[in-house]
T-cell receptor, first 115, second 112 residues
């Protein structure tokens, strides 16, 4: 049973480009969460999605960031017109439906570097 | 607001016990977690405790919760070099079905 998968593991973008980060939850999990970790800091919640629905996006920056979790395929975190301050590790987590809210399983992260 | 605080560094001798402390502010926390992050890796859930418990033991790990003082600790017995990592304390509020609030992490280093 594969864990949460994220790709790419490392992503380099120049300022102004777009970054697309992908997350495949664990098998059977229908809840996906995105977190951002700035250097030397803890993880900060960004968004919580279920299939085709954004449930809580209270941690998402108002501009340039968007997330989706389509009916088929991975969850995507999209950052448009990246800036240097977007350089961070982005972690995805998943949990099963129903009463699984208490435990989130994390992927290995995507490390985004903006030049 | 919700906040989780922990010290940044801890150094212990191999074979000794490590105690990592954490305080949180949200009185409605339902679950409290300890995650381990090794260099360049994701987060591994070590253990978690429900807020109506005051202690949980799992092999070398002991979690103590003082709900009155909003204080959580993780004790690692017989610390080994493989325990070197960053340890994150985190909590989930009863009012939120989604987000987990993380501390900034405690970097544990092991001396020979």
């Amino acid at each position: 049973n594969a864990g949460v998968m994220q790709n790419p593991r490392h992503l380099v973008r120049r300022r102004g480009q777009e970054a697309r980060l992908r997350c495949s939850p664990m098998k059977g999990h229908s809840h996906v969460y995105w977190y951002r970790q700035l250097p030397e800091e803890g993880l900060k919640f960004m968004v919580y999605l279920q299939k085709e629905n954004i449930i809580d996006e209270s941690g998402m920056p108002k501009e340039r960031f968007s997330a989706e979790f389509p009916k088929e395929g991975p969850s995507i975190l999209r950052i448009q017109q990246v800036v240097r301050g977007d350089s961070a590790a982005y972690f995805c987590a998943s949990s099963p439906p129903g009463q699984g809210y208490n435990e989130q399983f994390f992927g290995p992260g995507t490390r985004l570097t903006v030049l | 607001g919700e906040d989780v605080e922990q010290s940044l560094f801890l150094s212990v001798r191999e074979g000794d016990s490590s105690v990592i402390n954490c305080t949180y502010t949200d009185s409605s926390s339902t679950y409290l977690y300890w995650y381990k992050q090794e260099p360049g890796a994701g987060l591994q859930l070590l253990t978690y405790i429900f807020s109506n418990m005051d202690m949980k033991q799992d092999q070398r790990l002991t979690v103590l919760l003082n709900k009155k003082d909003k204080h959580l600790s993780l004790r690692i017995a017989d610390t080994q070099t493989g325990d070197s990592a960053i340890y994150f304390c985190a909590e989930k509020s009863g009012s939120s079905a989604s987000k987990i609030i993380f501390g900034s992490g405690t970097r544990l280093s092991i001396r020979p």
